[in-house]
């Protein structure tokens, strides 16, 4: 009977490959311009797929404490393959809480479902604070009878890949999601577990509602990389129960799992016995179609790719924002305004992809066109809400939005694409700057006329000069330099920008800039002086 299942399955697969086009990162990029609607996927290949009943359209089930160093990034991932979901939580102290919010809040087909008792797996109180309680709490939020799907946010997902596996399903089946643990220690290396490192994912499972439910599991601390040395079972865990008429189907490999990047399991993998990549794939080179191994996903390349996503490469980066919104009162569309046949944007772009201090840059922006813009320019984009996108929008509010998606980085370089005539010899010669005198942060400016120095204040009817009482009566000369913020760079280092967001921080250091490179774009009389500008 599972062989009549199996080739059904195959039969599937063999009708839908041919409709699937595009790939994963043409969604990803995709899905980033979207907010507060309903993002895109494989699925809108098949109208079958709109079925909420059907498999090819399950919920996701997912669980999350703690995870921020990995959690968007996860999530992001599977949206191309899943178009709704529930997100439980519980007991968040990282940043995991804000993460799920503004997630939920960019895909509305997500819902946040925050547990109202705390789960203890030693010693719980209570029936409410064991951990399958909560997973049936957070299970209760998907209708009956339709599919779900257990999704985990230490994984990064093939979603193609993810989005074929579900025409494996059928009212008598389940698919399970064979999975491998990737370790990071001088290199990287596979956990010694299961099947010589392969994991059949019996645990992960998409399966229709009525054929599952949790119950309690006691497991040992050993297993949960608490304690090596703790063997007894006296932890409470899950486990998900199916009727035996249930016939098992198994995906393909799709997953990349990294169960040490939590902080507090990160320093057990010492205790863990693993293999080498090369010793892995000889063990099951045999069996590896059998088991549906493709070994692409091996490959060390390919991993750190993903391990770079998830801000993890080993390297502290520095991260570069430009903010361009698509409203602006002095020129129409200011941002993608021509300056020498190229849009304005181009050279802020182009300065931070240069420089060699900024590891990422990502371009913030409500407006489509420019988002599609700093596509084409290959750097990351993100849509930011409307209510970021105002008059009175400062410039710290949009570094905050951007923060909650991009963490994990040292430095924040803010560029505004007003300044085309700043260069990435003025980013790097700023940054050094910044480094060399351990600043927390540092500001461009360019000198102005000192001639404010002689103004005076009405204080209370008297005459007071604005700054000092004797600079009012001083000869220019005597008078000190004077420096105005010329808006073209600034850096700040990141906890404490989120401790205090501005970017005048305490011990803040300044770069000066000549007043040419300092020119701003502000109006069409602007655009037109720089046109005459040759700076190319």
């Known amino acids: 009977m599972t062989l009549f299942y199996k080739i059904i399955a195959f039969l599937r697969l063999l009708k839908i490959d041919k409709k699937l086009k595009f790939d994963n990162e043409y969604f990803l990029n995709l899905n980033k ?3 507060d609607e309903k993002h895109k996927g494989f699925f809108d290949f098949d109208p079958n797929s709109k079925d909420t009943k059907s498999p090819l359209n399950p919920w996701a089930f997912i669980r999350v404490k703690n995870e921020a160093t990995t959690l968007r990034v996860s999530l992001e991932s599977m949206l191309p393959a899943i178009q709704r979901g529930v997100i439980g939580y519980n007991d968040c102290t990282d940043g995991s ?3 799920i919010l503004e997630f939920c809040k960019q895909y509305p087909s997500f819902i946040p479902v925050k547990y109202p008792h705390e789960v203890q797996i030693e010693n719980p109180q209570s029936e409410e604070n064991k951990l399958h309680s909560y997973y049936n709490y957070v299970a209760s939020f998907i209708p009956q009878d339709e599919w779900l799907i257990k999704i985990d946010v230490d994984h990064y997902y093939d979603a193609k890949k993810l989005y074929k596996s579900f025409y494996m399903a059928s009212k008598n089946t389940a698919v399970r999601f064979p999975r491998i643990n990737f370790l990071i220690l001088d290199k990287i290396v596979i956990q010694n577990i299961g099947e010589c490192g392969f994991i059949d994912g019996g645990d992960q499972l998409l399966i229709q509602k009525c054929n599952s439910v949790f119950i309690e599991r006691m497991v040992s601390k050993q297993s949960q990389w608490i304690d090596p040395e703790k063997t007894v079972k006296e932890l409470y865990s899950e486990q998900q129960i199916i009727p035996k008429h249930i016939k098992i189907l198994q995906a ?3 997953q990349w799992h990294f169960p040490a990047l939590k902080y507090h399991r990160n320093d057990y993998q010492k205790h863990l016995d693993a293999l080498t990549l090369e010793d892995f794939k000889k063990i099951h080179y045999r069996h590896r179609k059998i088991k549906k191994i493709n070994y692409t996903m091996l490959d060390e390349k390919v991993i750190r790719e993903i391990l770079d996503k998830f801000k993890l490469s080993g390297k502290k980066m520095t991260l570069a924002i430009i903010p361009a919104r698509a409203g602006s009162k002095g ?11 190229r849009p304005l944007l181009y050279y802020t772009i182009n300065a931070a992809k240069n420089s060699k201090y900024v590891d990422k840059i990502v371009l913030s922006s409500d407006g489509d066109d420019i988002l599609e813009y700093g596509q084409t320019q290959g750097v990351d984009v993100l849509k930011r809400p409307k209510e970021l996108a105002l008059d009175d929008t400062t410039s710290d509010k949009v570094v905050l939005h951007t923060l909650s ?21 003025h980013i790097d010669e700023a940054f050094l700057k910044f480094k060399n005198e351990n600043s927390n942060a540092l500001i461009s400016v360019v000198e102005c006329d000192n001639k404010i120095l002689k103004a005076f204040i009405d204080d209370n009817g008297n005459l007071k000069g604005i700054c000092d009482n004797k600079y009012p009566f001083m000869p220019r000369q005597k008078l000190p330099k004077t420096y105005m913020s010329n808006g073209a760079i600034y850096i700040v280092k990141s906890n404490l920008f989120l401790n205090n967001p501005t970017f005048l921080q305490e011990k803040t250091s300044c770069y000066i800039m000549d007043e040419k490179a300092s020119l701003d774009i502000d109006t069409t009389e602007d655009l037109k002086r720089v046109n005459n500008i040759s700076f190319l």
């Not at 963490?407 to 005539?421: C, F, G, W």
């Open 97 to 99: 809480e804000e993460i």
């Open 405 to 425: 998606f991009y963490k994990d980085y040292e430095n924040i370089v803010l560029l505004q694409p007003t300044s085309p005539l700043r260069t990435n010899v």
């Open 331 to 341: 020129i129409k569309n200011k941002n993608l305004a021509l300056l020498h046949d």
């Open 33 to 35: 311009k979207i907010y």
């Open 252 to 254: 393909e490999l799709l």
